[in-house]
């Protein structure tokens, strides 16, 4: 029997996977060789180009959402796990305490210090600042102005003489009662001047993170060493927030919803997924539309299928049980990136790519070294 | 800058102020009214000011290295 290839309509339902009341279908993609007899479903870079895109629906500095739309999901998981494990940012890795007579434990007081992100000029934190090496066991750190940023804590509390004798605000009774993020003092070092002054200067991302709450007598005095590192190592080098993607849903109306109906499937889906449009002359003339005899009464459309949250609360209605069909495009995914600010959000994505492809290289030529 | 800065001071370490050097005294701090209590050895354990019994050892004066983890 000779082989008929797919219509354009049979490609399109391959991508989609199913979701029903109680159960989720097609949940694999299919694409590849060997699965559909008689088609070439070779990887191929020319066809791979033809359909992929990539649409940009926000781009903020801390937030960016974008689709990858075509492409597999090991890809689209690779760029996820890059973005939070690999891309290398700048924290603060040793606390040296010279005094702290606070109630938080030194133990405790480095951990939180570490986990604040800070920022500064782009060029000297990914172009000029390099990996710090490690000492071996008994050696002393290669510390220097190209991979140790030193910043320095030094705060006591006292009392305000100033205050009202009524108070009860320990902020406005004491002075430097709380610790805040904005009372680290970055200490440049070398040519760390020329990368990191003015409004590059190496600074708490958001300054009012409390780190201490002191009362007089108390104080904190310790200097940090920052160094680069990545978010395989530690949490507090991911460069994200969080980066997550979702799976494109799709919602298709079989058949026409008018009416109070229209009202009550729309208040199934989160706001702005379906619409209500009036139905049209035209649509009301057409046999066998469903719609005749309705002309002017309110319909549903599925305007933003992107914003459904696929709950499929609609499921659960009798009337809407055979109307509509809900799934998710395989190959379509929405990512989410927040930056926590040391880079742009879109350049954490890009910084991913080219961490893939230094990654795909790599394996390259270990592979020729393996056959050599 | 180097690592070296950060070195722990090596030799014996002495917790003594420095206005009671020399005198054997080492410094307490009151459990009860936070005066500084300086005591001899073998002189009994109690505030000079208050008269509490509970005294305690004032924190190193050593730096001490964290890891921020
Ligand atoms: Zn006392």
């Known amino acids: 029997m000779p082989h008929k290839p797919p219509t354009q309509e049979e490609l399109e339902k391959r991508k989609i ?4 009341f109680e159960t989720v279908t097609d949940v694999s993609s299919t694409d590849f060789p060997g699965h559909y007899p008689g088609e070439d479903h070779a990887w191929d870079i020319e066809r791979f180009k033809k359909g992929f895109s990539v649409e940009f629906h926000q781009n903020d500095p801390y937030e960016a959402s974008f689709s990858l739309i075509g492409c597999d999901a090991s890809i689209a998981n690779a760029f996820r796990r890059i973005m939070i494990a690999d891309v290398p940012t700048l924290a603060i890795e040793n606390v040296f305490i010279w005094n702290n007579t606070s109630v938080i434990q030194d133990e405790v007081l480095a951990h939180r210090l570490g986990l604040i992100p800070f920022t ?28 140790t940023v030193e910043l320095s804590l030094d705060i006591k509390c006292e009392d305000n003489d100033d205050a009202d004798s009524k108070e009860t605000d320990p902020t406005k009774l004491y002075h430097h009662a709380h610790v805040y993020a904005k009372d680290i003092v970055f200490k440049p070092i070398g040519r760390q001047e020329q990368y990191f002054s003015g409004e590059n200067i190496i600074r708490p991302v958001n300054p009012d993170i409390l780190i201490a709450k002191l009362r007089p007598g108390q104080q904190i005095s310790l200097t940090m060493h920052m160094h680069k590192g990545v978010g395989s190592d530690h949490a507090k080098f991911s460069p994200v927030a969080t ?65 459904d949250t696929v709950s499929r609360e609609v499921l659960r209605h009798e009337e809407f049980k055979d109307k509509v069909k809900l799934g998710r495009r395989r190959d379509h995914f929405i990512y989410l990136v927040e930056s926590t600010g040391q880079w742009e959000s879109d350049a954490i994505f890009l910084e991913s790519v080219s961490h893939l492809k230094a990654k795909a290289k790599s394996l390259e030529q270990q592979l020729v070294n393996m056959v050599r | 800058m180097s690592g070296q800065d950060y070195e722990a001071p090596s030799g014996a370490f002495s917790q003594r102020d ?21 005591l001899e050895k073998g002189a009994p354990i109690r505030c000079q000011k208050c008269g509490a019994r509970v005294l305690y050892k004032e924190r190193t004066k050593r730096m001490v290295q964290f890891e921020a983890r």
Request: glycine letters at 12%; proline letters at 6%; a positive charge.
């Open chain 1, 243 to 307: 980066a997550s993607y979702r799976i494109m849903p799709t919602i298709t109306i079989t058949q026409p919803i008018l009416g109070r109906d229209a009202e009550k499937f729309q208040k199934c889906f989160p706001k702005g997924v379906i619409g209500l449009e009036k139905v049209t002359a035209k649509e009301a003339a057409q046999k066998g539309s469903g719609y005749r005899g309705h002309e002017g009464e309110l319909k549903a459309v599925v305007v933003d299928p992107k914003r």
């Open chain 1, 17 to 20: 996977v199913g979701v029903n």
């Open chain 1, 120 to 147: 500064g000029g782009r060029e000297g934190l990914h172009e000029f600042l390099k990996w710090f090496e490690k000492p071996a066991e008994g050696e002393q750190p290669n510390c220097t102005d190209y991979n």
């Open chain 2, 18 to 38: 420095d206005a009671t050097a020399g005198s054997g005294a080492m410094i307490y701090r009151c459990g009860d009214c936070a005066v500084r209590v300086p």
